[in-house]
């Protein structure tokens, strides 16, 4: 039982295009979102992160959107760098757990 | 100066074999995490401590067990591995038990088992 779900494996993008990665979860006990950028042979790293009392948080080229109602998030990063290209995983955590629970990862490749 | 750093990167050993992968920090954070990435790529959480006490424990087989001598160290001990087990092992920590999530991950380990 997969709690958050990125369905889409794989995107590429043009360079200077916008990239939209998109995350959907179902337990609504989820009250902080993340997103974390993995390149080959290194450990995911934090990117950006929005609370669940929010709609939008905006970092740079890095733009994460939440949708409670419909229980998605998207990560919009504009204008898309080569170097950007790496897997992206959406995670989400909740409660006193405040366990970290991850997607599957999709794969952004930017085109030069 | 590698912030979280695991041993060893790759390990290859056989079905039974007992293995380790160390896991140090040097960020000065109180808590510290294993995470599984399995066949599927999601990463799943293994164990938690805090202050070298364990928080999180999450289902996994009681061949896995990890040690926390200090705070800034980590380390996983496998037993009797099973082909299983083959995945990609990640050490994390975070300056406290994660509240907000963000934890600094090391390079991982990949653990193949024949």
């Known amino acids: 039982d997969q709690q958050v779900k990125q369905n889409s494996p794989s995107l590429s993008v043009q360079e200077g295009r916008i990239s939209i990665l998109n995350c959907d979860y179902t337990?609504?006990?989820?009250?902080?979102f993340l997103w974390y950028k993995k390149y080959p042979a290194e450990g995911p790293t934090f990117l950006i992160s929005i609370s669940s009392i929010k709609d939008k948080n905006e970092d740079g080229r890095f733009t994460v959107f939440l949708n409670k109602s419909a229980k998605h998030l998207s990560l919009h990063i504009v204008p898309s760098q080569p170097g950007d290209s790496a897997v992206y995983f959406c995670?989400?955590?909740?409660?006193?757990?405040?366990?970290?629970?991850f997607g599957s990862g999709t794969q952004l490749t930017v085109l030069p | 100066d590698t912030a979280v750093s695991q041993t060893p990167k790759y390990l290859v050993t056989q079905m039974g074999n007992d293995k380790s992968i160390k896991c140090e920090q040097n960020l000065g954070h109180d808590t510290m995490y294993w995470y599984k990435q399995d066949s599927k790529k999601f990463l799943k959480i293994m164990f938690s401590y805090n202050n070298k006490e364990l928080i999180i424990n999450e289902t996994v087989p009681n061949r896995f067990s990890p040690k926390s001598p200090d705070k800034a160290h980590l380390n996983l001990h496998i037993n009797s591995l099973e082909l299983g087990d083959s995945a990609v092992y990640f050490c994390?920590?975070?300056?406290?038990?994660?509240?907000?999530?963000?934890?600094?991950f090391g390079e991982g380990s990949r653990l193949t088992v024949l």
């Open positions: 995670a989400a955590i909740s409660g006193s757990a405040r366990q970290l629970t």
């Open positions: 994390a920590s975070s300056p406290t038990a994660a509240r907000t999530g963000e934890l600094f």
């Open positions: 337990n609504s006990m989820f009250d902080y």
